[in-house]
């Protein structure tokens, strides 16, 4: 059975192939490897995982329909799970044609093609952005508050489960919705408050803190 795991060189990515290949699964892993932050980090991920005999990587963009038709026709996937995207709240503030196109669009991409592919599963990866300002806890699936989204990058990946929604409605495609709260562990992104701090405390620098200092998780 195979799987096609998007952002498969990412952070998350990376670990659900890794997860994937360790029960004996076949994956192909899908990342444009785009520089949000160094690529060498994510080719480092790429490699280690080369190691499985399952596993093929294709430096593919899913704006490109057709590279990502041709790969469905050839491998006929039976699980789809989507992690690609373009990360980064304030980024989006500033480029939000940007992420509409790599969010949004890209998703679109895979909803068409998912739609005829017969899937067994399609996990769909959001935000815990999504939630904006709301303040209940514990966080429920059904608040409202996230038809508000405060920031752009927010705004795509509620567009995301909207869409993931529509192609369940009216065709019956098998998705599963996901809203990641600031994972962190090994391989973890660099630009994380994870990393930042703990790089500025063992190389003896000031750690930048964000905010007023109110912030927690």
């Known amino acids: ?107 679109l991409h895979l909803l068409a093609l998912a739609r005829d592919a017969e899937l067994e599963n399609f996990v769909l990866t959001s935000s815990s952005s999504v939630y904006g300002n709301s303040t209940a806890v514990p966080f429920r699936e059904d608040d409202s508050e996230t038809d508000r989204p405060i920031s752009q990058y927010a705004a795509t990946k509620k567009a995301t489960e909207v869409l993931g929604y529509t192609y369940h409605h009216l065709y019956g495609v098998p998705i599963n919705v996901v809203r990641p709260f600031t994972v962190y562990g090994p391989r973890g992104r660099p630009d994380m408050a994870p990393w930042l701090f703990l790089d500025a405390a063992l190389s003896g620098k000031t750690i930048r803190r964000f905010g007023d200092g109110s912030t927690r998780r």
């Open 1 to 107: 059975m195979t799987t096609i795991v998007t952002g498969a060189a990412g952070f998350i990515g990376s670990h659900v192939v890794e997860a994937l290949l360790n029960r004996g699964e076949e994956v192909i892993g899908i990342d444009n490897l785009n520089d949000y932050y160094p690529v060498e980090f994510k080719l480092k991920n790429v490699e280690s995982l080369k190691k499985f005999k399952g596993f093929t990587f294709q430096r593919l963009e899913l704006l490109d329909f057709d590279a990502l038709r041709k790969l469905f026709k050839e491998r006929s996937p039976k699980r789809i799970a989507h992690l690609a995207a373009r990360a980064g709240v304030r980024p989006s503030i500033e480029d939000p044609f940007l992420y509409n196109d790599a969010n949004i669009k890209g998703t």
